[in-house]
């Protein structure tokens, strides 16, 4: 298609788009959209719009450039070689060495266990990966946050309903430095995806940390020292533990802490990506 043409059918879409959009809010609005039948309407109304994005916005692969074969940022190819965590410590996640089989421990966890009982990865923070969660956190990248979850998801492992996720929370301070809560829009979407219940107001952080970054593994334990307070009561629950990214582990740890502390009866943690040391 050329200039011309390829302005015109954008324009063509975009006020078929508008059409289908004033008749769902006409229908909203006289109230003959109630129950299932209006969650239908919503999802077809979806599922359209995501059709007519990708035609005006196709995907390019994050990697190589490809613009075949791509979803939701990475093509096949390139989708098999990003740095998925294999061969890792159940409870930590960090590498072992010669690990073929699952639920294998280190002798680190074995001696010295964490507070939580189990921690999935999806990815290793390392390279692109790395990239794009930064550019997320710090630039606002906001279609970076559609690639990572599309990836987390794939890689997820089974959750039943019974569990309860609560997102590592920020001090508030953070957050207007930032302009949103990234752990936040993290948690909405994968709940969205793996129809999980969460709680966004479980824990809260009440003590202003310097960054992590550059700290060795004991300044990273005293930083984050006494920095949460319970708001609710999780006695009994399944908990699973959300956080963007792990390195060290000091924080989730100290959160998980208070977790065990105050009744919860097993610790999950899921993370975006993780550090291999």
Known sequence: LKGREK??????????????????MRK???????????????????SFLKIISGILFPWTCKV??????????????????LPWCKN?????GLPLEGASKQNLICGHCLKKPPYFDSLHAALWYE????????????????????????????????????????????HPQRIRERGFNVVYEFTRQICKHLNIEYDLNVLARVKYT??????TKIQRRQNIKNAFILKKQIINKDIILFDEVV??????????????????KTIRIWCIARTSK
């Not at 190589?64 to 070689?81: A, I, L, S």
């Not at 890792?88 to 930590?92: A, G, I, L, N, T």
């Not at 692109?128 to 997320?136: A, C, G, S």
């Not at 310097?210 to 700290?215: D, R, S, Y």
Request: aromatic content about 8%; some cysteine.
């Open 127 to 170: 390279g692109l990966i790395q990239q794009l969660i930064t550019e997320f956190k710090y630039h606002q990248r906001w279609e970076n946050i559609q690639c990572l979850v599309h990836l987390f998801v794939k890689s997820c492992p089974d959750a039943t309903h019974n569990f309860l996720l609560i997102p590592m929370p920020s």
């Open 88 to 92: 890792v410590c159940s409870q930590c």
């Open 247 to 264: 390195t060290t582990g000091a924080t989730i740890n100290e959160a998980s802490r208070i977790l065990k502390k105050a009744g919860a």
């Open 64 to 81: 190589c450039g490809e613009t075949k074969n791509v979803e939701q940022g990475f093509c096949d190819d390139c989708y098999f070689f």
């Open 210 to 215: 310097e960054t992590q970054t550059g700290k």
């Open 28 to 46: 909203v609005e006289s109230k003959r959209l109630t129950g299932v039948v209006k969650f239908k309407e919503l999802i077809n109304l979806t």
């Open 7 to 24: 302005i015109s059918l954008a324009c063509s879409i975009v006020q078929c788009a508008m059409g289908k959009i004033n008749h769902y």
